[in-house]
């Protein structure tokens, strides 16, 4: 069984350029709005594009052929489409740019400029006589030389001794070609680098004459040297895509299955005019626009769907969490509540409105929502959670606090529970530990960063000695979006402005996915006004540094500083951390699934068995473990065993107390960890790290600490031995790679004993660890006792 690409259903290669992106948007979008955040050189994603050269004029009405073709066979698919011609005008274009929204004409020599198409990986060459019958995944799959149908023989099969045909299918991986001479023709692929496919991806119409059918399996059929005049089987399936725009547009809409966005909004957009578009196709595209960040576009497209339609619960339940991203609270109110009025959608609605009420501040109305999900369906998830949420909240609430508010310290963060990722569990307190022995309520006030900040709340933080903002990823546009900030921390600009109480924004890094559309304009006007109001201004790697100061007035950009994670330096801030007498001989693994598309792009069945051969490579050495931060960290391990036959032990930390966290990572000798976290506590705790490198943030971590070699790319070809290699070459030399962690982490905790000193200043704090230590046997105070070390059993289901 071969295990779906997250490509087909959740993210695709970014658009090369603004104007390609931009063809995807209505058309009042602007190119800062439609951008999408690219950082393939620091992730090594792979860039993918087709390319068609047209001969001429002539060409044109094949290439709409082909287009139409390629749609409606993979309607999932849709890549960038470089059309390369000889110096035609724009305009000859305006017909294909209605049937794909990604195309990029360019003026070339001929077909052989298919050899030196910039800014990508791989290119997939097609030609204006061929149609796509099916689907294209396999060859989007290939990794290495450039693949070909051999030319045929003179009675038809394909002979590989005979070179390839310059009128083929070619599958291109740049960085297999000389760059500095690329093929002048299709004859010139040095025979070891080409790869041989199989007949039915570049299949002869020439081969079937007036009366043959095509053979069942053909991808894509080719047209060349074919007669016009013929007519047959072969004929009858290409003229299927001979279709005008608006029934092109008909069938794609009708095909079942999800389609790709970008083809979605460009096909279904604008509506015709006529009667009401099915309710099933406007939900699906502001579902889209909900993705993107444009949720005042979804709220545009289901506000008029809706209008005096009671009696259609998912869209109002969109609609609702729509308008709640725009901080439009009443309004989503009134719509998830009529989404209540269907068994079938109550839990999901009432969970929406514990999550809304809980954001206000209403925590027994969040309570009460909750309770109400879980009467219509006891089993729902997140009904549950947020019910044992906010009744734990209602009973802290209820605990006294011996100090008085201006000897606390006000922090904002993410302060993750239940089953959340351990990370965001772990981080808050190594925060609190920077500033004081004492990381309990006493000292610190919470405010989530999710919460509004409204006047009560305002009140509250102006009460306090200081207020401390991070660490962990705040700058991330759509984890609990808002319409008041852009960003994590829902906090009004006005409502900012008049924060008195000196403010620190301390260790929080510029979150974007490579790839990730958003939409920059609140968010920029959102940074500025922090960075002005911040006394101090601090993220956690140089990258988050320049993205920062990329988005910021050159007066405010010397404001930013780098002040590393703390959970970078955790051994430094408690001595309990110090080099155990004994690890356990075991090796770690942890992989993120959150925005799987944007991560893997067409490459997860690749990582997956690039990481099988690493992990039995591995095993010869230590015993191999899965960490998982979260539940859905769990898929990597179920995945691993359906495809290839491996089992791995689940240490589930999300399970796990603050200190049984650590432990286990300051136990290990190794840990290969995606998740940011995965990498910083780990190697806080004097663990070293190996990074699959799936977000720019991985890859930022590494270059601070002047180890770039201790990440791999999850798009590297060679993934699994390159990884099998480095982790074996650790566990060789263990001493060794502690001390080189060590060495690197007092770089690290060199900057954060400056920033911390300048801090200090600011709050009138002593030095924490300049405090009295806690008397033997009474460690000092840190996050509540936590559930023991939880181990799933090997096997796990």
């Known amino acids: 069984m071969t295990h779906p690409d997250p490509a087909t259903t959740s993210g695709s290669t970014p658009a090369a350029t603004t104007d390609s992106t931009r063809a995807a948007e209505p058309a009042s979008a602007t190119a800062t709005t439609a951008s999408a955040d690219d950082r393939r050189a620091v992730t090594g994603k792979r860039r993918i594009a087709f390319a068609v050269h047209v001969a001429g004029a002539d060409d044109l009405p094949g290439l709409h052929t082909l287009l139409r073709s390629l749609a409606l066979t993979n309607p999932a698919l849709c890549e960038d489409l470089v059309v390369l011609h000889p110096g035609l005008p724009d305009t000859a274009f305006d017909a294909a740019r209605r049937l794909h929204p990604r195309l ?56 590989p001794r005979g070179g390839v045909p310059d009128d083929g299918l070619l599958v291109i991986q740049r960085q297999d070609l000389d760059h500095a001479v690329p093929p002048a023709v299709a004859q010139d692929i040095p025979e070891s680098r080409l790869v041989p496919l199989d007949s039915r991806y570049d299949f002869r119409a020439l081969r079937l004459g007036d009366d043959l059918a095509v053979p069942e399996g053909v991808v894509v059929l080719n047209f060349a040297d074919v007669p016009t005049s013929c007519t047959g089987p072969a004929h009858a399936d290409r003229a299927r895509f001979d279709l005008d725009d608006q029934a092109f547009r008909a069938a794609y809409l009708a095909l079942p299955g999800t389609g790709h966005p970008d083809l979605l909004l460009h096909l279904a957009l604008p509506f015709p005019s006529g009667p009401r578009p099915p309710i099933d196709l406007v939900r699906q595209l502001a579902e889209i626009h909900r993705g993107r960040g444009h949720h005042d576009r979804a709220v545009a497209l289901l506000g008029e769907a809706v209008a005096g339609r009671p009696d259609l619960p998912r869209c109002h339940e969109t609609l609702g969490v729509c308008l709640m991203a725009l901080s439009r609270y009443e309004e989503a109110e009134t719509h998830l509540l009529l989404a209540t009025a269907s068994p079938d959608f109550a839990p999901r609605a009432f969970g929406q409105l514990a999550r809304l009420a809980w954001l206000l501040g209403r925590t027994e109305d969040a309570r009460g929502y909750a309770l109400a999900g879980l009467e219509t369906d006891p089993t729902d998830a997140n009904c549950r959670a947020w019910y044992a949420r906010t009744s734990e909240m209602t009973a802290a609430e209820r605990e006294p606090v011996s100090t008085r508010p201006g000897e606390q310290l006000a922090h904002v963060a993410l302060f993750a529970d239940g089953e959340e990722n351990a990370g965001d569990k772990v981080l808050p307190e190594a925060v609190r530990s920077c500033f004081t022995a004492d990381t ?5 006030h919470q405010q989530h960063a999710h919460l509004l900040v409204d006047e009560a709340a305002l009140e509250r933080l102006n009460a306090r000695r200081a207020v401390i903002v991070g660490g962990g990823g705040l700058f991330l546009p759509d984890t609990a979006p808002n319409g008041n900030s852009g960003w994590q921390w829902n906090i009004p600009d006005d409502v900012l402005a008049r924060i008195t109480a000196p403010l620190a924004v301390f260790a929080v890094g510029y979150n974007v996915f490579d790839g990730q559309r958003y939409r920059r304009e609140r968010f920029a006007a959102s940074l500025r006004a922090l960075v002005e109001r911040s006394a101090f201004f601090g993220l956690r790697n140089h990258g988050s540094v320049a993205r920062v100061r990329e988005l910021l007035p050159e007066s405010l950009r ?53 990481m099988a051969a690493a992990i039995r490579a591995v095993s010869a050495s230590a015993e191999v473990r899965y960490a998982a ?10 995945d691993l065993r359906r495809e290839h036959g491996l089992t791995l032990p689940v240490d589930p930390l999300y399970l796990l107390s603050n200190d049984a966290i650590r432990d286990l990572y300051r136990r290990t000798r190794l840990v290969i960890g995606m998740r940011g976290h995965a990498g910083m506590i780990p190697f806080g705790c004097g663990t070293p790290v190996i990074s699959l490198v799936s977000h720019p943030k991985l890859a930022y971590f590494l ?27 650790v566990l060789a030399d263990h001493p060794a790679a502690v001390a080189d962690v060590h060495d690197r982490q007092g770089l690290l905790w060199s900057v954060t004993q400056d920033n911390l000193a300048r801090l200090r200043e600011l709050t009138g704090l002593p030095d924490p660890l300049g405090e009295p230590a806690a008397p033997p046997g009474l460690p000092a105070p840190r996050s509540a006792a936590g559930r023991d070390h939880v181990t799933r059993p090997r096997g796990r289901a």
């Open 629 to 638: 931060h979260m539940p859905a960290d769990e898929r990597f391990v179920d």
């Open 104 to 159: 990029l004409p360019r003026p070339a020599a001929g077909r052989h400029d298919v050899f030196r198409v910039d800014g990508y990986d791989t290119v997939v060459a097609l030609t204006p006589a061929m149609v796509v019958l099916g689907r294209l995944d396999a060859l989007l799959r290939l990794r290495t030389g450039v693949a070909a149908v051999p030319r045929p023989e003179p009675d038809g099969p394909p002979d």
């Open 440 to 444: 309990g309520p006493d000292r610190w």
């Open 703 to 729: 270059a601070d600490i002047d180890r770039p070699d201790w990440g791999v790319s999850v798009h590297e070809r060679a993934l699994g031995a390159r990884l099998a290699e480095r982790a074996r070459a």
């Open 558 to 610: 010397e404001k930013v500083r780098y002040q590393p994670c703390p959970t970078t330096v955790a051994r430094h801030l408690d001595p309990r951390l110090a080099e155990p007498a004994e690890r356990e001989d075991t090796v770690l693994v942890n992989c993120a699934y959150d925005r799987a598309g944007l991560r893997f792009g067409h490459d997860y069945s690749h990582f997956l068995a690039e």
